[in-house]
């Protein structure tokens, strides 16, 4: 199982996560998000990592053209994406583009994008506030690769992990303060979902 420690604001967390095998690394670039920083600071921080490591940008771009230039102007690999329908993701992905879509653990909302998008995320309530919820609703069923996130945790951990999905997304689970990433935490987190 995937790991994906999102919410990254510094270059020492992200070198961190990095070395304690994290998956991917997301940054968040939405300005009414906790954890959003700029473009500039998301691409030094991305430019900083190794190639193995996938660099995702949390973001909602309105357009394709947009969506592009973000993927050029941070350096990273993937969009995480709240907005654009069906139809732009996949010119998106037609023109070279990777993206997760995130839905609500809606099975007609999954439907809906499962085949337009990489990976899905599941996610309920305002996005990145952290809130847990019943993660046994999630129609994991609906896609390929379906990523878990929203209030995960060492605690709760483990009833995530027992839906067997592609990748759990965590971020304030594993920090010691709002935007700074716990090294114990994020080493435990990663230990219980590798094999």
Known sequence: MKVKICGMTNLEDAAMCESL?????????????????PLEKISEISSSLGPIITKVL???PKTVSESLDL?????VDVLQVYSLSPALLS??????GKVIRAV??????AIRFANCADA?????????????????QIPIDCCQR???????????????????????????????????????LVTEFIRRCKP
Not at 21 to 37: C, K, M, N, Y
Not at 154 to 169: G, I, V
């Open 146 to 184: 379906a990523i878990i996130a929203g209030g995960l945790n060492l605690e709760n951990l483990r009833f995530a992990k027992s839906m067997d999905p592609y990748a759990l997304d965590v971020s304030s689970g594993v920090e010691s303060a709002i935007g700074k990433k716990d090294p114990y």
């Open 91 to 96: 010119e998106f992905r037609d023109q070279g």
């Open 58 to 60: 949390v973001c909602a």
């Open 21 to 37: 095998g994290a998956d991917a690394l997301g940054f968040v670039h939405f300005p009414t998000r906790t954890r959003s920083i």
């Open 120 to 136: 899905l995320l599941f996610e309920r309530g305002t996005p990145g506030t952290g809130s847990s919820y019943d993660y046994s």
């Open 71 to 75: 993927v050029a102007r941070t350096n």
């Open 104 to 109: 609500p653990p809606v099975r007609s909302e």
